[in-house]
């Protein structure tokens, strides 16, 4: 399972069964070797309202890659484990990822497991990431609906982050790139195959 640290304003609007999971349509489902915690798991998601449409940030708890989803509408939540793989999968198409680290990553996504249990820390790095997007819409006078999620996200990622605790900051791109190298390193025992 990933592990996604919702926001108790988006757990309220999200249709979660008993165990916080959503209903399962389009995403790749939870295969039966998928046991215990993704390496992928541990994200935190923000509902925000840009322009007066709902969209969601997600990022990453260990390196802060961000995924946005924009102009949802209430049937979208119960999409939220494809939409979240589609933005994850072309964020890193697009940041460049080389092949082995697609498969890695397309082996370790399954279905999201939501909570409202959040870290301060993360927090604090999707409302700067908030902030960041409201000065791009603002200075470049864009329509949120004209914003590519995908390219917001990789320019989202491709800015240093500040994490609490550290002084020195994370490239939340390269870092992700990191972690699917080292999973790659590591070798892909016990991931499912990757999605066709």
């Known amino acids: 399972m990933i592990h996604l640290h919702c926001t108790q304003k988006l757990f309220s609007k999200l249709p979660v069964d008993t165990n916080g999971r959503l209903p399962n349509t389009r995403a790749?489902?939870?295969?039966?070797?998928?046991t215990?915690?993704?390496p992928l798991s541990?994200?935190?998601a923000n509902l925000l309202s840009?322009?007066?449409?709902?969209?969601?940030?997600?990022?990453?708890d260990t390196t802060r890659l961000p995924v946005l989803l924009?102009?949802?509408?209430?049937?979208?939540?119960?999409?939220?484990?494809?939409l979240f793989q589609d933005g994850l999968m072309n964020?890193?198409?697009?940041?460049?990822?080389?092949?082995?680290?697609?498969?890695?990553?397309?082996?370790a996504l399954t279905p999201l497991q939501c909570d409202t249990t959040c870290s301060r820390s993360v927090q604090g790095t999707l409302n700067y990431m908030k902030q960041q997007l409201d000065h791009l819409l603002w200075y470049d006078n864009l329509a949120v609906t004209d914003l590519s999620s995908y390219h917001a996200s990789f320019w989202l990622a491709?800015?240093?982050c500040g994490v609490k605790g550290s002084k020195d900051f994370i490239w939340p791109l390269k870092a992700m790139l990191a972690l699917l190298d080292e999973l790659v390193t590591r070798g892909s025992s016990g991931l499912?195959?990757?999605?066709r």
């Open 42 to 44: 541990g994200w935190h």
């Open 91 to 107: 964020l890193l198409l697009k940041g460049g990822a080389n092949q082995a680290q697609l498969d890695t990553a397309a082996r």
């Open 70 to 82: 924009t102009c949802l509408t209430k049937s979208d939540f119960a999409e939220l484990d494809y």
């Open 50 to 60: 840009l322009q007066r449409r709902n969209c969601l940030l997600f990022v990453h």
């Open 192 to 195: 499912a195959p990757p999605m």
């Open 158 to 160: 491709d800015r240093p």
């Open 28 to 34: 790749r489902p939870l295969a039966a070797n998928d």
């Open 36 to 38: 215990g915690d993704s």
